[in-house]
């Protein structure tokens, strides 16, 4: 039975066609009303009679029908329950499970209030396997105290490499020991204390460390060309001339060829009158000096026939061309010279000891110079020669003694090696803790 509206007029009996004009409902008998308040949702008071509002205007009394339009549906939803689930409990579980069934899609997971992000490395980073790698980051976050998180580093190479606290402001860092070559994805995942957690990664490559050759060894006939007054001194480094005049000697690495492209090379060397390397007091005017050279040929015996041909005093060994010749051949050479040339074959341009980059096999061309007083001290000197494309740079004692673009310059790689020479003068050669470093990124 349908509850009538609360205010209660005497009810009028209607005709059946009144009630069918009045719409849905079933037969029931019309009502009595002073305004639409006194009837049910869907009426509209007219002419003291509830009528269906469909037939009567929309627009009339907006705000009361909102309350009308509310009341009836409170009312009548547990009317329409009732009666399924009094004749059927099977059809009203599904019902219920259907409702409870939605309720956990609006539980969305937590988004965690605080972030973080890897300081260092970062991606593409390369380094050896001997550098000191350190993981840094950092979590951020509005009055989060940090200090009971946990940071969870591992690499796709290594596997876990440990689980860190952070400070209390999620700083964090943790030193990346004993990575192994190769591309690493770091993973970091952090994990605060109600267990909701971030992750974070960096891609980065380890190259191997490149081998220090340091001469300790007796040398391998057939890793090593040996020409002329070139040993390898019982000291463990090479000789390239000794101590006497009208020497040359030189010394190739068949072991490996360098590639063509950038490359580094790093050496130790020594020149000056004394036996052995270090301060030395019987400092006089010395010769010739040294040089490095990477010639471009295909094979050992076409090696050997351009070293056959290379002019030795102030050619250092490697002058073919120029003045020296007429060998067209793809070479570099980085010369230690402490013999000033001047109406010889060629005329050096300082008359000051200096390091050179010449290539091509002519030791007249400097394509660049550093004077160093120095040189020939009989110290040891520590070199790293870096080419990257047409850029040479030479670092002496750590100093950047060339840093400069050869116009045309194309490293071309080939064999390595060192020759020296001395004349109507002469110095000890030495050569030590020669390392050639493969280009390593990412
Ligand atoms: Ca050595
Ligand atoms: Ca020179
Ligand atoms: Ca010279």
């Not at 890897?118 to 840094?136: G, K």
């Given at each position: 039975m349908?509850?009538?509206?609360?205010?209660?007029?005497?009810?009028l009996?209607?005709?059946?066609?009144?009630l069918?004009?009045?719409g849905?409902?079933?037969?029931?008998?019309?009502?009595?009303?002073?305004?639409?308040?006194?009837?049910?949702?869907?009426?509209?008071?007219?002419?003291g009679?509830?009528?269906?509002?469909?037939a009567?205007?929309?627009?009339?009394?907006?705000?009361?029908?909102?309350?009308t339009?509310?009341?009836p549906?409170?009312?009548?939803?547990p009317?329409?329950?009732a009666?399924v689930?009094?004749?059927?409990?099977?059809?009203?579980?599904?019902?219920?499970?259907?409702?409870?069934?939605?309720?956990?899609?609006?539980?969305?997971?937590a988004?965690?209030?605080?972030?973080?992000a890897?300081?260092?490395?970062?991606?593409?980073?390369?380094?050896?396997?001997?550098?000191?790698?350190?993981?840094?980051g950092?979590?951020t976050?509005d009055?989060?105290?940090?200090?009971?998180?946990?940071?969870?580093?591992?690499?796709?190479?290594?596997?876990?490499?440990?689980?860190?606290?952070?400070d209390?402001?999620?700083?964090f860092?943790?030193?990346?020991?004993?990575?192994?070559?190769?591309?690493?994805t770091l993973?970091?995942?952090?994990?605060?204390?109600?267990?909701?957690?971030r992750t974070?990664?960096?891609?980065f490559?380890?190259?191997?460390?490149?081998s220090v050759?340091d001469?300790?060894?007796?040398?391998?006939?057939?890793q090593?060309?040996?020409?002329?007054?070139?040993?390898?001194?019982?000291?463990?480094?090479?000789?390239?001339?000794?101590?006497?005049?009208?020497?040359?000697g030189?010394?190739?690495?068949?072991?490996?060829?360098?590639?063509?492209g950038?490359?580094?090379?790093?050496l130790?060397?020594?020149?000056g009158?004394?036996?052995?390397?270090?301060?030395?007091?019987?400092?006089t005017e010395?010769a010739?000096?040294?040089?490095?050279?990477?010639?471009?040929?295909?094979?050992?015996?076409?090696?050997?026939?351009i070293?056959?041909l290379?002019?030795?005093?102030?050619g250092?060994?490697?002058?073919?061309?120029?003045?020296?010749?007429?060998r067209?051949?793809?070479?570099?050479?980085?010369?230690?010279?402490?013999?000033?040339?001047r109406?010889?074959l060629?005329?050096d341009?300082?008359?000051?000891?200096?390091?050179?980059?010449?290539?091509?096999?002519?030791p007249?061309?400097h394509?660049?110079?550093?004077?160093?007083a120095?040189?020939?001290?009989?110290?040891?000197?520590?070199?790293?020669?870096?080419?990257?494309?047409?850029?040479?740079?030479v670092?002496y004692?750590?100093?950047?003694?060339?840093?400069?673009d050869?116009p045309?310059?194309?490293?071309?790689g080939?064999?390595?090696g060192?020759?020296?020479?001395?004349g109507y003068?002469?110095?000890y050669h030495r050569?030590?803790?020669?390392q050639?470093?493969?280009?390593?990124?990412?």
């Open positions: 349908r509850i009538v509206s609360t205010l209660t007029l005497a009810l009996v209607a005709t059946a066609g009144l069918g004009a009045c849905t409902e079933t037969l029931s008998p019309a009502t009595a009303c002073v305004i639409d308040n006194d009837c049910e949702r869907g009426q509209a008071c007219v002419d009679l509830c009528t269906a509002s469909s009567v205007s929309d627009t009339s009394g907006s705000g009361d029908a909102t309350e339009d509310t009341a549906v409170e009312d009548t939803t009317e329409d329950t009666p689930d009094s004749g059927s409990g099977a059809d009203t579980t599904p019902v219920d499970t259907t409702v409870e069934d939605t309720t956990p899609i609006d539980t969305t997971p988004e965690p209030t605080w972030t973080f890897i300081t260092s490395p970062v991606d593409r980073d390369a380094f050896r396997t001997s550098s000191a790698i350190t993981l840094t950092q979590l976050g009055a989060i105290d940090f200090s009971t998180f946990d940071i969870a580093v591992a690499s796709s190479i290594n596997g876990s490499l440990g689980i860190i606290r952070p209390a402001a999620g700083a860092s943790l030193p990346l020991i004993g990575l192994r070559p190769g591309r690493h993973s970091v995942r952090a994990v605060a204390p109600d267990s909701l957690e974070a990664s960096v891609v490559g380890v190259c191997p460390d490149d050759i001469f300790t060894a007796d040398l391998d006939p057939a090593w060309l040996v020409r002329g007054d070139t040993t390898r001194d019982p000291g463990g480094w090479l000789e390239l001339t000794g101590l006497a005049p009208s020497r040359a030189s010394i190739y690495y068949l072991g490996d060829t360098l590639a063509e950038d490359v580094e090379i790093n130790r060397i020594s020149t009158a004394c036996p052995t390397p270090g301060p030395c007091s019987s400092f010395g010739d000096g040294f040089a490095m050279n990477i010639w471009s040929v295909a094979s050992v015996p076409e090696l050997e026939g070293l056959d290379a002019a030795n005093g102030g250092l060994g490697y002058g073919v061309s120029g003045l020296y010749g007429d067209v051949v793809d070479s570099f050479h980085i010369e230690f010279d402490t013999y000033y040339n109406n010889d060629h005329t341009p300082t008359s000051v000891p200096h390091i050179g980059i010449t290539q091509n096999g002519d007249e061309n394509l660049v110079y550093y004077e160093s120095s040189l020939e001290n009989n110290q040891w000197h520590d070199i790293t020669l870096s080419i990257q494309g047409a850029r040479v740079r670092m004692d750590g100093t950047m003694a060339i840093d400069q050869i045309g310059l194309s490293f071309k080939g064999f390595l060192f020759s020296g020479s001395t003068y002469y110095n050569i030590d803790d020669l050639i470093v493969q280009s390593c990124s990412f």
